[in-house]
């Protein structure tokens, strides 16, 4: 257990420029507290003092904001970064060394039953606001890009990116040219189809209304024949 807390410590000290000693880690990271106390309120759960489990994780969420079920399996040298509105489910598998960042959600759809929440392998990186839902797995190395929506699985050493989540990178290799800047507004795309059919359907219906015009009035369509 104190290995697993030096490395706790240590991945702060590694992955947060901000992060100025040990006991800085200790006293003040929030993301830190939570974790340690997911791992006693883990040992709790696993030996069925469920209530107990389930209090200290609760309470761990008001002072954090961070809330891990008794339940998910975390490794070694889990870095939450900032943490507050990170959401991690009971059946969550977390790999060694893993970074999430705030407002992430390792969920579930809500279609499953047993496993119902997503692994995550060593070296896994989760950006700010991404949400990974479902029982699959987030191989090792893999990114998820901060906004992502991950719905089924992303290989190893791979780049997820994108609502729902594409792979645009893998080991190293771009797999799709996405250009994150010149990027098409799709309101603006829609809009100008519908304005387009808006186009069509008025040119439509006001040929609709010079012919039931003319049908109506067939003593000037006459005049108007004789008179060519």
Known sequence: MFEVLKSDIQA????????RSKAEVFFLYSGFKAVRR???????FNHNHKFIARWISQRSR??????????AKIGKGLFIDHGMGVVIGETTVIGDNCTIYQNVTLGGTGKETGKRHPTLGNNVLVGSGAKVL???TVGDNARIAAGAVVLREVPPN???VGVPARIVKLNGIRHENLDQIHVSDPVAQDLGVLEHKLSELTAELEKLRAESARRSNPAESSFDSASL
């Not at 997911?38 to 709790?44: V, Y």
Request: aromatic fraction near 10%; proline fraction near 10%; glycine fraction near 10%.
């Open 12 to 19: 702060v000290l590694d992955r947060d420029p901000a992060a």
């Open 38 to 44: 997911h791992r006693r309120a883990h040992w709790f």
């Open 62 to 71: 008001h002072k954090t904001g961070i809330e891990i079920h008794p339940g």
């Open 134 to 136: 479902g029982p699959f």
């Open 158 to 160: 791979a780049t997820a």
